[in-house]
C-alpha cells in the first residue's frame, strides 16, 4: 500500500545530500528508533549516529549512515541536520577503523568531564555504528 508522500531535506555541513518527497523516514533518536510518516504531529529530536532511512516507495530505499544531529518535522516536511551522511557503500572501513582506534586514545588519554573527553566518546560512538552499518 502506497502512503502519501512528504518533502525531506537532509543537510551536512558541506551541503545538501537528498531532499524529495518520500513515503517514510526512519532513524535514530537520542530516546530509541523513530519512523514518521506524512501528517505526522510536529516533532523536534536530537539523533544519534545510525542508519537513516529514507523510503521513496516500500520497495526504494536510500540508506545513510548519518553522525549526530537533528530532526524536524513540521508543516508536514523533514529537515534532518547531521555532522554527516554517508551511504553505505562510500563508507572506508580501514579509514574508519583507524578514527576510530584514535579517537579510543584521544578518550584514554583525555581527563574526566573535559570537552576533549566528550568530542572522543562522540566520534567514537559515529565511527562505532558507521562500521556497523558498512558491514
Do not use: C, W
Not at 579509514?95 to 573527553?117: F, Y
Amino acid at each position: 500500500m502506497a502512503h502519501a508522500k512528504f518533502p525531506v531535506e537532509v543537510l551536512t555541513p558541506e551541503g545538501e545530500v537528498f531532499a524529495e518527497e518520500v513515503e517514510m523516514i526512519s532513524t535514530r533518536t537520542g530516546l530509541g528508533s523513530i519512523g514518521i510518516l506524512a501528517r505526522h504531529e510536529p516533532l523536534l529530536a536530537t539523533l544519534v549516529p545510525g542508519e537513516l532511512r529514507i523510503y521513496r516507495s516500500q520497495d526504494e530505499i536510500v540508506r545513510f549512515a548519518a553522525a549526530e544531529g537533528y530532526l524536524q518535522f513540521i508543516e508536514n516536511r523533514a529537515l534532518l541536520l547531521v555532522e554527516e551522511a554517508i551511504p553505505p557503500d562510500q563508507l572506508d572501513r580501514p579509514v574508519l577503523e583507524s578514527k576510530l582506534s584514535d579517537a579510543r586514545g584521544v578518550a584514554e588519554r583525555a581527563q574526566e568531564g573535559s570537552e576533549e573527553r566528550a568530542s572522543a566518546l562522540r566520534d567514537i560512538a559515529r565511527y562505532e555504528a558507521f562500521l556497523a552499518i558498512g558491514q
